[in-house]
């Protein structure tokens, strides 16, 4: 059994900072990688960033230099840094985990997800 429970969420206006948290418990091999992704209303859910057990990380093209990904491994916890946040960022944000590299960068969606956590940006 895996569970993933996000926090940090909120509403913060255009260029402000949000700090994401998710905290996972169950089996610990299944959270060699873990990721985030988002859904914004009427779109498809996408993968915001993530980052293997080893400290691999991949982000989507729309928020490098602007959001970080880290995990504290002890903790099995993952956290999403969100500096110079835009209208465009507004979306529920999910929590992710699975033991497969191709998670990583997108290529294989995860097979454990949480329950999610708004983000809505004001202009």
């Known amino acids: 059994q895996v569970q993933l429970v996000e926090s940090g969420g909120g509403l913060v206006q255009a260029g402000g900072s949000l700090r994401l948290s998710c905290a996972a418990s169950?089996?610990?091999?299944?959270?060699?990688?873990m990721a985030w992704y988002r859904q914004a209303p009427g779109k498809q859910r996408e993968l915001v960033a993530g980052?293997?057990?080893?400290?691999?990380?991949n982000y989507a093209d729309s928020t490098k230099g602007r959001f970080t990904i880290s995990r504290d491994s002890g903790k099995n916890t993952v956290y999403l840094q969100m500096n110079s946040l835009k209208p465009e960022d507004t979306a529920v944000y999910y929590c992710?985990?699975?033991?497969?590299?191709?998670?990583?960068?997108?290529?294989?969606?995860?097979?454990?997800w949480g329950q999610g956590t708004q983000v809505t940006v004001s202009s």
């Open positions: 169950g089996t610990i091999y299944r959270f060699n990688v």
């Open positions: 992710a985990a699975d033991p497969r590299e191709s998670v990583v960068t997108g290529t294989s969606l995860p097979n454990y």
């Open positions: 980052v293997t057990r080893g400290g691999r990380t």
